[in-house]
Protein backbone atom coordinates (compact mmCIF):
# COMPACT_ATOMS: atom_id res chain seq x y z
CA UNK A 1 0.00 0.00 0.00
CA UNK A 2 1.02 3.22 -0.86
CA UNK A 3 1.09 6.42 1.19
CA UNK A 4 1.84 9.75 0.98
CA UNK A 5 2.40 12.29 3.50
CA UNK A 6 2.29 15.77 3.47
CA UNK A 7 4.05 17.94 5.98
CA UNK A 8 5.49 21.73 6.30
CA UNK A 9 2.23 23.91 6.23
CA UNK A 10 0.96 26.45 8.74
CA UNK A 11 0.66 29.97 9.03
CA UNK A 12 2.83 32.69 7.74
CA UNK A 13 2.58 36.57 7.14
CA UNK A 14 2.63 37.50 3.70
CA UNK A 15 6.00 38.02 2.23
CA UNK A 16 7.26 34.97 4.60
CA UNK A 17 8.41 31.44 3.42
CA UNK A 18 7.40 27.66 3.56
CA UNK A 19 8.78 24.61 2.70
CA UNK A 20 5.89 21.78 2.06
CA UNK A 21 7.29 18.20 2.34
CA UNK A 22 5.57 15.03 0.78
CA UNK A 23 7.02 11.92 1.90
CA UNK A 24 5.63 8.73 -0.29
CA UNK A 25 5.80 5.06 1.68
CA UNK A 26 5.56 1.52 0.84
CA UNK A 27 6.02 -0.66 -2.42
CA UNK A 28 7.40 2.05 -4.74
CA UNK A 29 9.50 0.85 -8.02
CA UNK A 30 9.35 4.56 -9.47
CA UNK A 31 7.84 7.68 -9.82
CA UNK A 32 6.95 9.62 -13.20
CA UNK A 33 5.69 12.67 -11.88
CA UNK A 34 5.32 14.11 -8.78
CA UNK A 35 3.51 17.27 -7.76
CA UNK A 36 1.24 19.98 -5.22
CA UNK A 37 -1.80 21.31 -6.01
CA UNK A 38 -4.19 23.59 -4.10
CA UNK A 39 -7.58 23.73 -3.37
CA UNK A 40 -9.77 26.56 -1.64
CA UNK A 41 -13.67 26.14 0.00
CA UNK A 42 -15.67 25.96 -3.19
CA UNK A 43 -13.21 25.84 -6.03
CA UNK A 44 -11.90 23.04 -8.02
CA UNK A 45 -7.99 21.35 -6.83
CA UNK A 46 -5.80 23.31 -9.02
CA UNK A 47 -2.29 22.51 -10.03
CA UNK A 48 1.07 24.76 -8.21
CA UNK A 49 4.01 22.92 -9.50
CA UNK A 50 5.45 19.64 -10.93
CA UNK A 51 8.23 17.62 -11.24
CA UNK A 52 8.51 14.39 -13.77
CA UNK A 53 11.07 11.64 -13.79
CA UNK A 54 13.26 13.20 -16.44
CA UNK A 55 13.62 16.47 -13.75
CA UNK A 56 11.22 18.79 -16.01
CA UNK A 57 9.17 20.96 -13.53
CA UNK A 58 6.57 23.07 -14.62
CA UNK A 59 4.62 25.77 -12.80
CA UNK A 60 1.20 27.84 -12.41
CA UNK A 61 1.79 31.00 -13.75
CA UNK A 62 0.61 32.44 -10.52
CA UNK A 63 3.70 31.16 -8.24
CA UNK A 64 6.29 30.73 -11.18
CA UNK A 65 9.18 32.98 -9.30
CA UNK A 66 8.37 32.52 -5.97
CA UNK A 67 7.67 28.02 -5.76
CA UNK A 68 10.70 25.68 -6.27
CA UNK A 69 9.74 22.12 -6.73
CA UNK A 70 12.61 19.53 -5.73
CA UNK A 71 12.40 15.62 -5.24
CA UNK A 72 15.22 13.30 -3.53
CA UNK A 73 14.53 10.10 -5.23
CA UNK A 74 16.63 8.53 -2.50
CA UNK A 75 14.03 9.61 0.06
CA UNK A 76 10.78 8.98 -2.10
CA UNK A 77 9.77 12.30 -1.15
CA UNK A 78 9.46 15.83 -3.07
CA UNK A 79 9.10 19.62 -1.83
CA UNK A 80 7.77 22.60 -2.53
CA UNK A 81 9.82 25.85 -1.07
CA UNK A 82 7.43 28.60 -1.12
CA UNK A 83 8.82 32.04 -0.96
CA UNK A 84 7.26 35.38 -0.93
CA UNK A 85 3.85 34.13 -0.07
CA UNK A 86 0.44 36.36 -0.42
CA UNK A 87 -2.60 35.72 1.22
CA UNK A 88 -4.39 34.48 -1.86
CA UNK A 89 -1.97 31.52 -1.79
CA UNK A 90 -3.81 30.31 1.46
CA UNK A 91 -5.21 26.90 0.56
CA UNK A 92 -5.17 23.63 1.20
CA UNK A 93 -1.89 21.86 -0.57
CA UNK A 94 -1.85 18.45 -1.82
CA UNK A 95 0.74 16.05 -2.73
CA UNK A 96 0.23 14.35 -6.16
CA UNK A 97 2.10 11.05 -7.21
CA UNK A 98 2.30 9.04 -10.23
CA UNK A 99 4.26 5.80 -9.83
CA UNK A 100 4.63 1.97 -10.58
CA UNK A 101 4.94 -0.15 -7.84
CA UNK A 102 6.43 -2.55 -9.81
CA UNK A 103 8.59 -2.79 -13.16
CA UNK A 104 6.34 -2.82 -16.40
CA UNK A 105 3.50 -2.10 -14.13
CA UNK A 106 1.34 0.86 -15.00
CA UNK A 107 1.62 4.44 -12.98
CA UNK A 108 -1.65 4.78 -10.56
CA UNK A 109 -2.48 8.25 -9.24
CA UNK A 110 -1.67 8.93 -5.14
CA UNK A 111 -2.72 11.68 -3.49
CA UNK A 112 -1.96 12.94 0.08
CA UNK A 113 -4.30 14.11 3.18
CA UNK A 114 -3.31 17.70 2.36
CA UNK A 115 -1.89 20.17 4.38
CA UNK A 116 -3.17 23.72 5.06
CA UNK A 117 -1.04 27.21 4.66
CA UNK A 118 -2.31 30.20 5.69
CA UNK A 119 -1.21 33.34 4.50
CA UNK A 120 -1.83 36.24 6.56
CA UNK A 121 -1.93 40.10 5.50
Not at 16 to 28: D, H, T
Not at 70 to 89: I, S
Request: positive net charge.
Amino acid sequence: QVQLVESGGGLVQSGGSLRLSCAASGSIFSFTYMGWYRQVPGNQRELVAAITSDGSTNYSDSVKGRFTIARDNAKNTVYLQMNTLKPEYTAVYYCNAHLRVRLGGPANAYWGQGTQVTVSS
